[in-house]
Structure formats: C-alpha cells, structure tokens
C-alpha cells in the first residue's frame, strides 16, 4: 500500500472499517439464531471465532506470514492479493500518452493507428534512452583517457 496515494488509502481503510463493521454487527445478529454445525457461518466460527481481532495498526502481512500454517489457503490468497501494488507508472504513461494521441479531432481513429502511433513513439523514447547511455559511455572513456593522460605528463616531468 506504500504506492497509494495517502488520501487513496485512507479512503481504502475508512471504506475496510465501515466494511467490517457492518459484518461485525451481522455476525452479531447471526449469533442470536443458534448455529447448525454444517453451515458455513458455524464453521467460520469454530476456525476464526478464537482468532483475536487485530488492532488497525498491526502489520497485515506479518501476521499472515505468523498464521500461513494456521490458513494455509488463505495465507496464500492473501499474499497474491495483498502484494498487488495500487498502481503502476507504466500502466499510467500509457494511458496518459493515449489521452495526447486520442483527442477530439482523432476520436475516430481505429486501434491499429493507435498502436501504431504510440509503438513508434515508444521505439523512439527507447532509442534516446540508447544515444544517452552511449554518450555517457563516451564522455567516460574520454574523461578516463584525459586523467590517463595527465597522469603520464605528471610522470614525465617529476621522472
């Protein structure tokens, strides 16, 4: 959840509090019906009924780790599901450079000419990313050849 924006994940864990709360005060409800040891609910009882609420600031995926033996099925949905990061930077560029090539005078434009468009700009921002590495390469092997050499003439005339 580091990734979240903060107001984003306080919106996530309001909306999570309000979410439990509404469970809890339905499991509260179910309770007052006495349960048949088949149902689901009875079960989820015996296996969680002892399990002690967490405090909302308890690391979730310690505790997960702690207890993967204890629910081994659902230690491993929860590792799939809660390392899933909020958004990705690439996913958003995309979007973002879709948003410049789609405007109000191209709306019309099927998908192929987009993808066409926006691979071709990706090969070009690949292709300066490759320039810059090699001009940095350059200026190094340069830089290192113009120390070599001062270091020779340093040499030289204390010799």
């Known amino acids: 959840m580091s990734t979240w924006s903060k107001e984003i994940r306080n919106q996530v864990i309001e909306q999570l509090q ?3 709360k ?5 499991t509260v409800a179910n309770e007052l019906e006495p349960p048949k040891e088949t149902t689901t609910p009875c079960f989820m009882r015996k296996v969680f009924g002892s399990t002690p609420v967490l405090p909302e600031s308890a690391d979730i995926y310690e505790w997960w780790y702690t207890n993967k033996n204890s629910f081994p099925i659902l230690s491993k949905i929860a590792r799939k599901y809660l390392s899933i990061p909020a958004t990705s930077v690439l996913s958003e560029c995309l979007f973002s450079d ?3 090539q789609i405007t109000s005078k191209r709306s019309h434009l099927s998908n192929e000419p987009i993808k066409q468009i926006e691979g071709r700009k990706r090969k070009r921002e690949k292709e300066r990313k490759r ?4 001009e940095r390469k350059r200026e190094g092997k340069k830089k ?3 120390e070599k050499s001062e270091r020779r003439e340093k040499k030289g005339r204390e010799g």
């Open 18 to 20: 309000n979410e439990f």
């Open 22 to 26: 509404t469970l809890k005060n339905t």
């Open 98 to 100: 879709a948003g410049n």
């Open 131 to 134: 320039e810059k590495e090699g």
């Open 144 to 146: 290192r050849r113009r």
